[in-house]
C-alpha cells in the first residue's frame, strides 16, 4: 500500500518505487506467553530443498541475576553451506517479538549467523543479558556448521 501511495502521489514524476517484497513475521502474546515467527520454518526450507540445519536454544531473557529473569526459546534455521539465516521462532514469557523485529532485516538482507553473532545489542541487566539469547543461538549454529 505504500508503494502504490507513493507512486500515486508521484504521478509519474520522480523515481518510480518498487515493492521489495516482504519477510514472513508474525508474533502473539496469550496467557503470559509470548511466541513469534520470522521467515522460513524448517519443514519449508527443507521442502524447497535447502541443505538447512536448525538449533534450539534456551536462555534467559534478562541478566540470569535477577529474581524476574524468564527462559526464552530461540530456534534458528539456517542454511548448513553458507550459514544464511532463513528464519527463527521464539518463545517464552518476554522478548520474544521484539527478539523477532532484529531477525527480520537480517533475513531480508541475507545475513548469517555469523552476521547475528557479531551484532552489538543492548545490555542492561533489567531488559536484556549481556549474551542476549539470539547470540547464544547463533553461536549454537555456527558450532553445528562447523561439524560438517
Keep these: 500500500?505504500?508503494?502504490?501511495?507513493?507512486?500515486?502521489?508521484?504521478?509519474?514524476?520522480?523515481?518510480?518505487?518498487?515493492?521489495?517484497?516482504?519477510?514472513p513475521a508474525s508474533a502473539v502474546s496469550a496467557f503470559g506467553i509470548e511466541a513469534a515467527s520470522v521467515g522460513l520454518q524448517l519443514k519449508e526450507a527443507q521442502e524447497?530443498?535447502?541443505e538447512v540445519g536448525e538449533v534450539t536454544i534456551t536462555h534467559t531473557?534478562?541478566?540470569?541475576?535477577?529474581?524476574?529473569?524468564?527462559?526464552l526459546l530461540v530456534s534458528?534455521?539456517?542454511?548448513?553451506?553458507?550459514?544464511r539465516l532463513l528464519g527463527g521462532q521464539l518463545a517464552g514469557d518476554e522478548g520474544a517479538a521484539l527478539r523477532a523485529n532484529v531477525l527480520v532485516p537480517l533475513i531480508r538482507e541475507s545475513a548469517t549467523v555469523g552476521d547475528l553473532a557479531s551484532l552489538d545489542l543492548v545490555y542492561n541487566p533489567p531488559v536484556g543479558p549481556s549474551l542476549d539469547p539470539l547470540y547464544v543461538a547463533?553461536?549454537?549454529a555456527i558450532r553445528d556448521q562447523s561439524v560438517r
Excluded at 1 to 10: G, K
Excluded at 65 to 71: E, H, K, Q, V
Design 1 to 23: 500500500a505504500r508503494v502504490a501511495a507513493r507512486n500515486a502521489v508521484a504521478r509519474g514524476r520522480g523515481t518510480v518505487a518498487e515493492f521489495p517484497g516482504v519477510t
Design 61 to 71: 531473557s534478562r541478566a540470569g541475576m535477577l529474581p524476574d529473569a524468564r527462559p
Design 76 to 83: 534458528l534455521v539456517y542454511n548448513r553451506n553458507s550459514g
Design 48 to 50: 524447497m530443498g535447502v
Design 138 to 140: 547463533a553461536r549454537a
